[in-house]
């Protein structure tokens, strides 16, 4: 099956730095990519839509100044959570839609100290 | 727009007996259909899907689920549970056309397998 590989896996970083988390389909392309937060015990909640070559679609009520997303390649998308406070302190999940089927990286837990 | 709902967030079960993991769905056009599993700090898994055909899907591990149009529904089940098992598990729904293929999830359930 398809394979989306997402990293680092777990991060702790200072209140007021950047973090980058990666995401790759290894063995397929993916022309769109998708970021979501997930806080603990609760669903998953869609930050943004990542497309190949253009600007992200954030959903309502997501910075994004804040959730910086690049997608510079067929095969990976970065997500830059910029000056980083303790509420931001999350899980956060990327997945990447081959036809009809998502594949979902492994998250990353993001914690601010 | 689609909406999934997840009526249990828990459901205790012993191992052996059999579950089901209830979701509903709304949604003004036809869907794609799907269970997910998350064990603790990791991403989702498919467990299964289903895209047309047989309303009745299967996974290799034992669970089933089946589409009910009628009752807009894609209950999940297993007619006998393990330890392994315990685990979150997410209904989800995307629509066929349009919708930009976002899933749509519903809040979860924990399934937690009890000896």
């Known amino acids: 099956g398809a394979v989306v590989s997402q990293h680092p896996s777990r991060v702790i970083c200072k209140s007021g730095t950047s973090v980058k988390i990666e995401c790759r389909s290894l063995?397929?392309?993916?022309?769109?990519m998708f970021w979501y937060r997930q806080f603990p015990k609760q669903s998953l909640m869609l930050m943004a839509t990542?497309?190949?070559?253009?600007?992200?679609?954030?959903e309502q009520g997501v910075e994004k100044d804040k959730f910086l997303i690049n997608h510079a390649s067929l095969t990976l998308s970065t997500l830059t959570v910029t000056s980083a406070h303790p509420e931001d302190s999350s899980f956060y999940i990327c997945?990447?839609?081959?036809?009809?089927?998502?594949?979902f990286g492994q998250g990353t837990r993001l914690t601010v100290v | 727009a689609q909406s999934v709902t997840q009526l249990d967030s828990q459901v205790p079960v012993f191992e052996e007996a059999p579950v089901e993991l209830r979701c509903n769905y709304s949604?003004?056009?036809?869907?794609?259909l799907f269970w997910y599993v998350q064990y603790p700090n990791q991403g989702l898994q498919l467990l299964l899907k289903?895209?047309?055909?047989?309303?009745l899907v299967k996974s290799i591990n034992g669970f089933e689920a089946e589409f009910n149009k009628s009752q807009t529904s894609f209950h999940l089940r297993k007619p006998s549970v393990h330890i392994s098992d315990t685990a979150e598990y997410f209904c989800?729904?995307?629509?066929?056309?349009?919708?930009?293929?976002?899933?749509?999830f519903g809040t979860g359930t924990q399934l937690k397998v009890e000896l």
């Open positions: 063995d397929f392309q993916a022309t769109t």
């Open positions: 997945s990447a839609r081959r036809i009809a089927e998502a594949f």
């Open positions: 990542s497309n190949e070559g253009s600007k992200a679609t954030y």
């Open positions: 949604s003004s056009v036809s869907v794609y």
């Open positions: 989800a729904v995307s629509a066929i056309t349009g919708g930009g293929n976002k899933l749509t």
């Open positions: 289903y895209l047309s055909g047989s309303t």
